[in-house]
């Protein structure tokens, strides 16, 4: 019988060694018996927690989102003005966040998307996770601009966000996060110049 608190503390092992293992070999090959070794743990926990490999890897998934979603609020918590400007660039800033853009984190991303084209569970995640990101723009956008015009500034905001970001994941080391960010500023400043006085 496992000890009593020992769920979240497993849980939490085997999220960052499905992160390990995707960074060292990919997700196809990162196997369960590799997870668990990483892990310290037996083979069987993996399947008592997750079921299977498709289970850890959503689990690990719905990490990352979390913490995407709690690097943009911290910044949006932080922020000296509440004009809309600021709060898109929290939401660019959080996108581009530590957690988001270490090799394991992108490494992980990337599979993600692949596999959820593929999975049911993990396409209905990607798809909140979508949401999220345009949802959040396009409240800031249509405080300055009509709602026709925030819907799509928003859609383009969020494209350039992950195309970005995707670029930046297929440079691997060679990401100039800063260079990104100034490009999806300035972006951001087109968008906003074309607001109604």
């Known amino acids: 019988m ?10 939490k092992q085997l999220i960052h ?21 990483l892990a310290g743990v037996s083979n069987g926990i993996i399947a ?26 911290e910044r949006r918590e932080l922020l000296a003005d509440d004009s809309p400007r600021a709060h898109l660039k929290a939401i660019i800033d959080g996108n581009f966040d530590d957690s ?24 209905r995640l990607q798809r909140v996770n979508d949401h999220r990101l345009y949802s959040s723009l396009c409240c800031e956008f249509r405080r300055v601009l009509p709602k026709e015009q925030a819907r799509s500034a928003a859609r383009g905001m969020a494209a350039l966000i992950d195309g970005l970001w995707l670029r930046g994941a297929l440079a691997g080391d060679d990401f100039d996060i800063d260079q990104a960010l100034q490009l999806a500023y300035e972006y951001l400043d087109q968008l906003l110049a074309k607001q109604v006085h």
Do not use: C
């Open 100 to 123: 988001q853009v270490n090799g394991p984190a992108m490494k992980t991303w990337l599979a993600f998307w692949a596999f959820s084209m593929h999975q049911p569970s993990l396409h």
């Open 2 to 11: 496992p000890k009593v608190g020992m769920q979240p503390i497993r849980r």
């Open 17 to 37: 060694a499905t992160l390990e293992a995707v960074d060292q070999v990919g997700m196809s090959d990162a196997s369960i018996a590799m997870i668990a070794r």
């Open 48 to 73: 008592h927690y997750f079921q299977d490999k498709n289970g850890l890897l959503e689990a690990t998934m719905r990490h990352l989102m979390k913490a995407l979603n709690q690097a943009v609020r």
